[in-house]
C-alpha cells in the first residue's frame, strides 16, 4: 500500500512540475535593456526639464519602453522633436521600440524625457530619479545628473 501511495505521489508531483515548467517557458522573457550615459538638462524658472539617454537592449527580442516617472516631478512624458517645413515641433510619443541587440538615443533633437513641475527645487549638480516602464511590466530605476541648460 505505501509503494502504491509513493508511487501515486510521485506521480502527481511530476505532473505539477511539468506544469509549473511549462507555465516558466509561456511568459515572456524579460527584456535585457539598460541606461546608458543618462542626464537631464534643467531650465531655470521651473520651466520644464528635457531627460536624455541611451537605452541599449542586449536581448534577443525587441523592447518597448512604455512611459517613465520620477518621484522628483509631477509629471513624465515621452516626446519626439521634429522639424517639419523649417519649424521645430514636439509631439507626445505613448511608445518607444528598442531593437533586439540594437538601442535608441533619448537625445536633444530627437526622442526625450519631458519631465514637468519639479517636485522640490533642482538644480544644476543635482540628481533626479526616473523609472523607465518596459512594456511587460518591467522598471528600470536611474539616477540622471541635473546638467546646465547649455549642455550638449
Known amino acids: 500500500m505505501k509503494r502504491k501511495s509513493m508511487e501515486y505521489l510521485a506521480a502527481v ?37 528635457a531627460g536624455y539617454a541611451t537605452l541599449r537592449n542586449d536581448g534577443n527580442k525587441s523592447a518597448r519602453l512604455a512611459g517613465a516617472d520620477s518621484p522628483d516631478y509631477a509629471e513624465a512624458m515621452l516626446h519626439r522633436s521634429m522639424g517639419t517645413n523649417g519649424m521645430d515641433q514636439m509631439q507626445m510619443v505613448d511608445a518607444i521600440d528598442i531593437p533586439a541587440h540594437g538601442k535608441i538615443d533619448l537625445a536633444p533633437g ?22 523607465w516602464h518596459l512594456a511587460g511590466g518591467e522598471t528600470i530605476q536611474t539616477s540622471l545628473p541635473v546638467r546646465p541648460a547649455n549642455s550638449d
Do not use: C
Request: charged share 10%; hydrophobic share 45%; net charge positive.
Open 13 to 49: 508531483f511530476a505532473l505539477a512540475l511539468a506544469t509549473f515548467i511549462s507555465a516558466l517557458e509561456s511568459l515572456p522573457s524579460p527584456a535585457h535593456v539598460n541606461v546608458q550615459h543618462g542626464w537631464i538638462r534643467w531650465l531655470p524658472a521651473n520651466l520644464p526639464a
Open 110 to 131: 530627437g526622442y526625450h524625457l519631458m519631465l514637468m513641475q519639479p517636485k522640490h527645487p533642482i538644480k544644476p549638480g543635482d540628481s533626479v530619479r526616473v523609472r
